[in-house]
Structure formats: structure tokens, C-alpha cells
T-cell receptor
Framework: DADVTQTPRNRITKTGKRIMLECSQT?????MYWYRQDPGLGLRLIYY???????NKGEISDGYSVSRQAQAKFSLSLESAIPNQTALYFC?????????????FGEGSRLTVL | SQQGEEDPQALSIQEGENATMNCSYK?????LQWYRQNSGRGLVHLIL?????REKHSGRLRVTLDTSKKSSSLLITASRAADTASYFC???????????FGSGTRLLVRP
């Protein structure tokens, strides 16, 4: 089984719908991240969490919210999806150290908003 | 805005040749990392170089870091068709513990 699992892997939805992307990890890492990837723009950080009680906004948090339900689970929600949120979303984890360490990525959730 | 920017955006070489990709960044860093992404898949960590290091090797990969120029390069020697992928640099910014990624270099290795 993958160390970082994202569900769903693909989702097509309509404008205005609420969408939740889920991420679970078996690596035992404290730090979890949500990134968005658009063609030609690389990855942009949406939210990150360094432990269950710690949630931080990234570069592009508007229109998104997150929930850290447990050390192993970090969910990303789009309360009212819009077409420009069509993208590939990645969850990642890292061990808690004194620096930004190696990230371990899930396989991604491809979201299409019509 | 992107912390790291890769150059070139795309690179096409013949199998067996070396591939060099460059990354420039804006602020001081603790470390810089390189990742690889096969088409549409999750990113995979390749190598981490700290601000007090100038060069690091891992197999066919060689990474250099010049903090005075705020730049890094990734060299893949004796490339293979299987090296075809996008390569991203990521930096942490000096006082943060999160990684910010560049826009990547798309490498095509022709058989």
C-alpha cells in the first residue's frame, strides 16, 4: 500500500458543489501539506499543518479549507467549487525536524469543475 | 509568487547525453531540494542540499548550490529514456519550514 493515499483520484463536479479531497498517511509524519498543480505553474501551497492543532495558510488558500482529523489524516475542502479550481491536487507529508525536510507525495487527485 | 524558477522550461536531448537544469531563487534558504515528476504522477524526492554545502552527488545526479548567486543546478549524466520527466527545485526560505516549488523543467530524453 502507498505511504500517502489520496481519494478520490479523479473527480468531475459542477460549479457550486462542495468537494472534499482526503489524504491519509502511514509514515507517522507530523507535517502534512496540500499543493495544487496547474500546467506551467508548478506546485503552489494551499495549506499546511505541522501537527493536529496547527493549521496554516499557504500561498493560495482562498476558496479552500482544511481539516486535520488526526495525525494521519488531512482533508482539503472546496466549499463551493468554481471552474478555475480545476487542477491536480497533491497531498504531501514530511517528518518534523528543524528544517523543511523531504516531502513524500501522494499520487494526486485530479479535479475538474464544470 | 514562485520562490524558485527553473531554466530551461523544456529540454530535449539524446540518450547518453548529459542534461543540466538550473534553478534560481529569491530569498535566503536553509536547504534546496530537487524533485522528479513522471507525467501526472506524484513528485519523488531526488536530493537535498543544505546552504552550507556546495555540491552533492547521488548516483548519476550531481547538484551544485551557489548561495551568493542564489542558484542551483541539477546535472543528470548519461541520460536514459527513463529519465524523461519534469524536474522541480524547491526551497524553504530561511525562516520557514515549508517548501515552495518552481515551475519545473520538462526533460525529454530521445532513445
Amino acid at each position: 500500500d502507498a505511504d500517502v493515499t489520496q481519494t478520490p483520484r479523479n473527480r468531475i463536479t459542477k460549479t457550486g458543489k462542495r468537494i472534499m479531497l482526503e489524504c491519509s498517511q502511514t509514515k507517522g509524519h507530523d507535517r502534512m501539506y496540500w499543493y495544487r498543480q496547474d500546467p506551467g505553474l508548478g506546485l503552489r501551497l494551499i495549506y499546511y499543518s505541522f501537527d493536529v492543532k496547527d493549521i496554516n495558510k499557504g500561498e493560495i488558500s482562498d476558496g479552500y479549507s482544511v481539516s486535520r482529523q488526526a495525525q494521519a489524516k488531512f482533508s482539503l475542502s472546496l466549499e463551493s467549487a468554481i471552474p478555475n479550481q480545476t487542477a491536480l491536487y497533491f497531498c504531501a507529508t514530511s517528518a518534523g525536524t528543524g528544517e523543511a525536510g523531504e516531502l513524500f507525495f501522494g499520487e494526486g487527485s485530479r479535479l475538474t469543475v464544470l | 509568487s514562485q520562490q524558485g524558477e527553473e531554466d530551461p522550461q523544456a529540454l530535449s536531448i539524446q540518450e547518453g547525453e548529459n542534461a543540466t537544469m538550473n534553478c534560481s531563487y529569491k530569498t535566503s534558504i536553509n536547504n534546496l531540494q530537487w524533485y522528479r515528476q513522471n507525467s501526472g504522477r506524484g513528485l519523488v524526492h531526488l536530493i537535498l542540499i543544505r546552504s552550507n554545502e556546495r555540491e552533492k552527488h547521488s548516483g548519476r545526479l550531481r547538484v551544485t548550490l551557489d548561495t551568493s548567486k542564489k542558484s542551483s543546478s541539477l546535472l543528470i549524466t548519461a541520460s536514459r529514456a527513463a529519465d524523461t520527466a519534469s524536474y522541480f527545485c524547491a526551497t524553504d526560505g530561511y525562516s520557514s519550514y515549508k517548501l515552495i516549488f518552481g515551475s519545473g523543467t520538462r526533460l525529454l530524453v530521445r532513445p
